[in-house]
């Protein structure tokens, strides 16, 4: 008798990297030795830890209605890894700011306040959408990280923190729209609410990084501070000039993740952090 043909399951397309960064020796102000600048980074960063958490929890709520595409289900895993890791490290740089009289940690509480809030509210598919949007409002924002921006960060350990983040969201930005799609379709009955999250989503987190920003601000007494502020301004107005079409081609009817090619700057990235590929996940 034959021996059953055994199919082997399909690997995911990205691997989740274990890291375990140590942010004792962080400066003060490690970006550009600007209070406003780290400030940014530092409100954005408050976002992650509870952030990440609700896009686990929002592809696990429909996880197994797409069981019957395997190499996606395989992705929704490393997507989850990924997205853990990325929680307890930026959890622990938080913890390590402490000690500047920041709280960042309070931030973090606040986070997770608003997205339980809505996830109680909205139904599996919205809450989904709301990660797809946010995936590409990230997506944006790490590719000028990786392009030019991680040269302001004066401390390695803060600068590997966030190119390690970028590489990754730029491997998984695809996962959640792939599951959106598989399971609702690519016609305008999935548009519609994809467009409506996506701009609910995209002024929520402008208005919770603007608030978080002004807040540590004036924790470090620093909110009268015209000087850094004026710098802050010309860095922003520079890159949202980049971000604001690249938010924007969201609301095409045929848009997808994967239509901006980053893999120049993911080779860099990687080559400066020396990160390697050691673990694939599961979860």
């Known amino acids: 008798m034959a021996n059953a043909r055994v199919e082997a399951k399909p690997k995911a397309s990205f691997p989740v990297r274990r890291m375990d960064y140590d942010f004792e020796e962080m400066p003060q102000y490690w970006c550009d030795n600007e209070p406003s600048l780290t400030h940014y980074f530092t409100g954005l960063s408050t976002l992650f830890p509870e952030g990440e958490s609700y896009f686990v929890r929002s592809v696990r709520a429909l996880r197994t209605?797409?069981?019957?595409?395997?190499?996606?289900?395989?992705?929704?895993?490393?997507?989850?890894?990924?997205?853990?890791?990325?929680?307890?490290?930026?959890?622990?740089f938080h913890e390590s700011a402490q000690r500047y009289g920041l709280d960042p940690e309070s931030l973090e509480r606040a986070t997770g306040m608003v997205l339980k809030t809505i996830e109680?509210?909205?139904?599996?598919?919205?809450?989904?959408?709301?990660?797809?949007?946010?995936?590409?409002?990230?997506a944006v924002?790490?590719?000028?990280?990786?392009?030019?921006?991680?040269?302001?960060?004066?401390?390695?350990?803060?600068?590997?923190?966030?190119?390690?983040?970028?590489?990754?969201?730029t491997e998984h930005k695809a996962v959640?729209?792939?599951?959106?799609?598989?399971?609702?379709?690519?016609?305008?009955?999935?548009?519609?609410?994809?467009?409506?999250?996506?701009?609910f989503s995209l002024a929520m987190i402008?208005?919770?990084?603007?608030?978080?920003?002004?807040?540590?601000?004036?924790?470090?007494?620093q909110l009268l501070n015209g000087t850094t502020w004026r710098r802050f301004i010309k860095f922003a107005g520079q890159h949202y000039k980049e971000f604001i079409p690249q938010f924007l081609a969201y609301y095409r009817f045929d848009f997808h993740p994967n239509d901006v090619d980053v893999s120049e700057v993911v080779a860099q990235a990687k080559q400066i952090t020396g990160l390697v590929a050691d673990s694939t996940g599961t979860h």
């Open 206 to 221: 402008t208005v919770m990084s603007t608030v978080y920003h002004v807040v540590l601000m004036k924790r470090d007494k």
């Open 176 to 199: 959640a729209f792939d599951m959106y799609q598989h399971l609702y379709g690519k016609g305008l009955g999935a548009y519609v609410p994809r467009v409506a999250i996506y701009t």
């Open 141 to 169: 924002l790490v590719e000028t990280m990786m392009r030019s921006t991680y040269q302001l960060m004066r401390d390695d350990t803060i600068r590997n923190l966030w190119l390690w983040h970028s590489i990754e969201e």
């Open 120 to 138: 109680s509210l909205f139904p599996k598919k919205w809450n989904l959408l709301v990660t797809v949007g946010l995936e590409h409002y990230t």
């Open 65 to 92: 209605d797409i069981q019957d595409n395997r190499r996606l289900d395989r992705d929704i895993g490393a997507f989850i890894g990924q997205e853990a890791m990325h929680s307890k490290e930026h959890h622990a």
